[in-house]
C-alpha cells in the first residue's frame, strides 16, 4: 500500500465550479500536510500547507485535514480556467523534510 | 531569479550511455533532493542531501550515484542508462524543518 493515496483524474469542470481534491495517507505519525500545484512542464510550487487536523484558507483555496480518518483535502471556489493544472498531496515522513507526495490529480477548468 | 536552476532540459541517450544532470540552488537551503516524475506515480525520492557532505538513498535510488559538491550544488549521476530511466527528473531545495521544497523546472530524460 502506498503510503500516500491521490486519485489521478483527470477532473474537468466547468469554470466557477468548486472543485475537490482529496488524498488519503496510511501513517498517523505524519503531522505536516501540503498541496503543490504543477503547470504543464513546470516544476511543482507549494500551493499551501497545514498542521495536524482542521482547515486553512488562502483566498479561493482551503485545505482541509481529518488525521481521524487520514483524509486530506483541497477545495477550490470560483474555479478559474487558470486553475487547470495538476494538483499534488505531500505529507513529511519522520523528523526530517523529507515529503512523501501522491501522485497528483489532474484538473482542468473549461471556460 | 532566486530559484532552482536545473541543467540541462531535455536530454535523449542511447542505452549504456552515462550522463550527470545538474542542479544549483541560490538560497541558501542546507537541504536538497532528487525526485523522478513518472505518469501515475507522482514524485518518487532518488537521493536526498540534509547538508554539504551528506547524502542518503530515497525511495528508489538503483542505477543513479549523487554528489553533493558545495552548499549550492547537487549532482546525479547515471552511470549506464535504461530504458526504465525514461522519465523527468526535479531537482528541489529546502531550508531546514520547512515545509515548502522550492523545485527546478526539470530535465526530460529518454533512454532509448
Known amino acids: 500500500q502506498k503510503e500516500v493515496e491521490q486519485d489521478p483524474g483527470p477532473l474537468s469542470v466547468p469554470e466557477g465550479a468548486i472543485v475537490s481534491l482529496n488524498c488519503t495517507y496510511s501513517?498517523?505519525?505524519?503531522?505536516?500536510f501540503m498541496w503543490y500545484r504543477q503547470y504543464s512542464r513546470k516544476g511543482p510550487e507549494l500551493l499551501m500547507y497545514t498542521y495536524s487536523s482542521g482547515n486553512k484558507e488562502d483566498g479561493r483555496f482551503t485545505a482541509q485535514v481529518d488525521k481521524s480518518s487520514k483524509y486530506i483535502s483541497l477545495f477550490i471556489r470560483d474555479s478559474q480556467p487558470s486553475d487547470s493544472a495538476t494538483y499534488l498531496c505531500?505529507?513529511?515522513?519522520?523528523?526530517?523534510?523529507?515529503?512523501?507526495f501522491g501522485a497528483g490529480t489532474r484538473l482542468a477548468v473549461h471556460p | 531569479n532566486a530559484g532552482v536552476t536545473q541543467t540541462p532540459k531535455f536530454q535523449v541517450l542511447k542505452t549504456g550511455q552515462s550522463m550527470t544532470l545538474q542542479c544549483a540552488q541560490d538560497?541558501?537551503?542546507?537541504?536538497m533532493y532528487w525526485y523522478r516524475q513518472d505518469p501515475g506515480m507522482g514524485l518518487r525520492l532518488i537521493y536526498y542531501?540534509?547538508?554539504?557532505?551528506?547524502?542518503d538513498k530515497g525511495e528508489v535510488p538503483n542505477g543513479y550515484n549523487v554528489s553533493r559538491l558545495n552548499k549550492r550544488e547537487f549532482s546525479l549521476r547515471l552511470e549506464s542508462a535504461a530504458p526504465s530511466q525514461t522519465s523527468v527528473y526535479f531537482c528541489a531545495s529546502s531550508e531546514d524543518g520547512g515545509y515548502g521544497y522550492t523545485f527546478g523546472s526539470g530535465t526530460r530524460l529518454t533512454v532509448v
Open positions: 501513517n498517523s505519525a505524519f503531522q505536516y
Open positions: 542531501s540534509a547538508s554539504e557532505g551528506t547524502t
Open positions: 505531500a505529507t513529511r515522513s519522520g523528523g526530517y523534510n523529507k515529503l512523501i
Open positions: 538560497m541558501n537551503h542546507n537541504s
